[in-house]
């Protein structure tokens, strides 16, 4: 039986231990962890105690519950979602992590055919671009690419981004109403592995995002992610209707 440590909750003292094997890389992803009943016996605890320090760590991203087979250690690579827009800065601060980034471009420019086609505008129009690196812990995971419709916020290069992303500004000043997203997967120019701080071989993953707001084109953004560092993932609720046929899929 592990000894009790003073001044610690005995479910504090099991994710503690649980955290600390997984950390070292003793309890490797898809190890299954000892279950509630060997937990409680090997900390002296209830069930019910050993139940809740799993289930916190399940809920922090650290461990995955499979009905019927057990718990396991998760993939900690952090997963975006592909079906919203969400502030890159909360999700990391949601992992308990810290939020850091480096702001490399803010500028006006002339567009560029290409820009001028994704944001509805003529070629040469003026548009805003920004070129920021976001970091978790301090290590880069996102490299965000983003061109501004000048009509949609005036004051976009005014902005401190060091202190509130793109996404959070352009939330308050620009409403989403629309959003359109095309996922690809890319090798990072010398720039981009640069910034990102990986290889020049190691495989990104590409978001091409436009969003609208006030019934024009509000924004084009490229995100680029390592993919050792990162995953995309979403959920639809599916929705039952009272005559829908079972499915044979």
Same mark, same amino acid.
């Given at each position: 039986?592990?000894?009790?440590?003073?001044?610690?909750?005995?479910?504090?003292?099991?994710?503690?231990?649980?955290?600390?094997?997984?950390?070292?890389?003793?309890?490797?992803?898809?190890?299954?962890?000892?279950?509630?009943?060997?937990?409680?016996?090997? %900390?002296?605890?209830?069930?019910?105690?050993?139940?809740?320090?799993?289930? =916190?760590?399940?809920?922090?991203?650290?461990?995955?519950?499979?009905? $019927?087979?057990?718990? %396991?250690?998760?993939?900690?690579?952090?997963?975006?979602?592909?079906?919203?827009?969400?502030?890159?800065?909360? /999700?990391?601060? /949601? *992992?308990?992590?810290?939020?850091?980034?480096?702001?490399?471009?803010?500028?006006?420019?002339?567009?560029?055919?290409?820009? @001028?086609?994704?944001?509805?505008?003529?070629?040469?129009?003026?548009? %805003?671009? !920004?070129?920021?690196?976001?970091?978790?812990? $301090?290590?880069?995971?996102?490299?965000?690419?983003?061109?501004?419709?000048?009509?949609?916020?005036?004051?976009?290069?005014?902005?401190? %981004?060091?202190?509130?992303?793109?996404? #959070?500004?352009? !939330?308050?000043?620009?409403?989403?109403?629309?959003?359109?997203?095309?996922? /690809?997967?890319?090798?990072?120019?010398?720039?981009?592995?640069?910034?990102?701080?990986? =290889?020049? !071989? #190691?495989?990104?993953?590409?978001?091409?995002?436009?969003?609208?707001?006030?019934?024009?084109?509000?924004?084009? #953004? *490229?995100?680029?992610?390592?993919? !050792?560092?990162?995953?995309?993932? $979403?959920?639809?609720?599916?929705?039952?209707?009272?005559? @829908?046929?079972?499915?044979?899929?």
């Amino acid at each position: 039986m592990v000894e009790p440590v003073p001044h610690i909750a005995p479910y504090a003292r099991i994710k503690r231990h649980v955290m600390a094997r997984i950390e070292s890389g003793e309890w490797q992803i898809a190890t299954r962890v000892p279950s509630e009943n060997q937990l409680a016996a090997e %900390f002296g605890v209830s069930r019910m105690t050993a139940r809740r320090a799993l289930l =916190d760590l399940a809920q922090e991203g650290w461990l995955v519950r499979s009905q $019927g087979l057990g718990t %396991f250690v998760a993939d900690r690579k952090p997963v975006m979602s592909m079906l919203e827009v969400r502030n890159i800065a909360d /999700e990391i601060a /949601e *992992r308990g992590h810290s939020y850091g980034c480096r702001v490399m471009k803010l500028e006006a420019l002339r567009a560029s055919e290409t820009i @001028a086609m994704y944001l509805g505008l003529m070629p040469e129009a003026r548009v %805003f671009h !920004s070129t920021i690196v976001h970091m978790d812990n $301090g290590v880069p995971v996102q490299l965000e690419d983003r061109f501004v419709n000048p009509a949609v916020a005036p004051k976009y290069l005014q902005h401190d %981004f060091s202190r509130e992303t793109p996404n #959070a500004y352009l !939330s308050r000043v620009a409403p989403l109403e629309a959003i359109e997203h095309v996922i /690809e997967a890319v090798s990072p120019t010398t720039a981009m592995a640069r910034a990102l701080q990986v =290889d020049a !071989s #190691a495989p990104c993953l590409q978001i091409n995002r436009r969003t609208w707001s006030a019934g024009r084109v509000a924004t084009y #953004a *490229r995100l680029v992610h390592p993919g !050792s560092r990162y995953r995309l993932g $979403g959920q639809l609720p599916v929705v039952h209707t009272p005559h @829908a046929k079972r499915s044979t899929r």
